[in-house]
Nanobody, 123 residues
Framework: QVQLVESGGGSVQAGGSLRLSCAAS????????MGWFRQAPGKEREGVAA???????SYADSVKGRFTISQDNVKNTVYLQMNSLKPEDTAVYYC?????????????????WGQGTQGTVSS
């Protein structure tokens, strides 16, 4: 029943910004955790940011202060605002959701995933 559709990926120069969107269906934000992960070629998928049902946010140290995760309850959409982008931010970004439990940056805490959207940052 849960379906996540991502958009907003693209290419940007270093220092630029991208805003990713994840349209969620079958998800109640008050009881689900929403997260963003990313995976670069040859690397493991890593947690980037998450927001729980109380609105509490978490961020990886590598993006803290540059990325912001937020929710729009009317549109049933979660966003990832990415500012001051660096070439090392280049990756496929995935939206994920799950019932709130476990550790936010572990893949095992999520049971539904979007298809991914490519974000490319050139130097």
């Amino acid at each position: 029943q849960v379906q996540l559709v991502e958009s907003g990926g693209g290419s940007v120069q270093a220092g630029g910004s991208l805003r990713l969107s994840c349209a969620a269906s079958g998800v109640t934000f008050s009881t689900y955790i929403m997260g963003w992960f990313r995976q670069a070629p040859g690397k493991e998928r890593e947690g980037v940011a998450a927001i729980d049902g109380d609105g509490t946010t978490s961020y990886a140290d590598s993006v803290k202060g540059r990325f912001t995760i937020s929710q729009d309850n009317v549109k049933n959409t979660v966003y990832l605002q990415m500012n001051s982008l660096k070439p090392e931010d280049t990756a496929v970004y995935y939206c994920a959701t799950g019932i709130m439990y476990g550790t936010w940056y572990r893949k095992e805490s999520y049971n539904s995933w979007g298809q991914g959207t490519q974000g490319t940052v050139s130097s």
